[in-house]
């Protein structure tokens, strides 16, 4: 299963990577960390890894390293706006419970 961007996502990704001038696509991985185990971590990727899994979605490259996919496969990834406030959501088929929070989610 791939990890996947919205058509909204990949315009905002494609922006950035157009303001910063440099930039093969979005690694979209996790981290262990916070009060439910794991966390994502997203950064553009220059350089991508020979190990990286490669995905497209509405022209953007999305890498993830093996050691993330697991958990993470099947995931859709939306920018969304709610009044003030806008950021990366993620629509994960493996998450089971995430923190009060928001910030972190178990498997």
């Given at each position: 299963?791939?990890?996947?961007?919205?058509?909204?996502?990949?315009?905002?990704?494609k922006?950035?990577l157009?303001?910063?001038?440099?930039?093969?696509?979005?690694r979209?991985?996790?981290t262990t960390?916070?009060?439910s185990?794991?966390?994502y971590?997203?950064e553009?990727?220059?350089?991508?890894?020979?190990?990286?899994?490669?995905f497209?979605?509405?022209?953007?490259?999305?890498?993830?390293?093996?050691?993330?996919?697991?958990?993470?496969?099947?995931?859709?990834?939306?920018?969304?706006?709610?009044?003030?406030?806008?950021?990366?959501?993620?629509?994960?088929?493996?998450?089971?419970?995430?923190c009060?929070?928001?910030?972190?989610?178990s498997?």
């Amino acid at each position: 299963m791939e990890v996947t961007l919205t058509q909204r996502a990949a315009e905002h990704i494609k922006k950035y990577l157009e303001r910063r001038g440099k930039g093969l696509g979005l690694r979209v991985g996790v981290t262990t960390t916070g009060c439910s185990g794991m966390a994502y971590k997203l950064e553009y990727v220059d350089d991508p890894e020979s190990s990286d899994n490669v995905f497209e979605s509405f022209g953007v490259k999305v890498f993830v390293d093996p050691k993330s996919l697991p958990y993470i496969a099947g995931t859709e990834l939306d920018f969304v706006r709610e009044g003030l406030n806008e950021g990366f959501k993620f629509t994960n088929p493996n998450q089971k419970a995430s923190c009060g929070c928001g910030e972190s989610f178990s498997v």
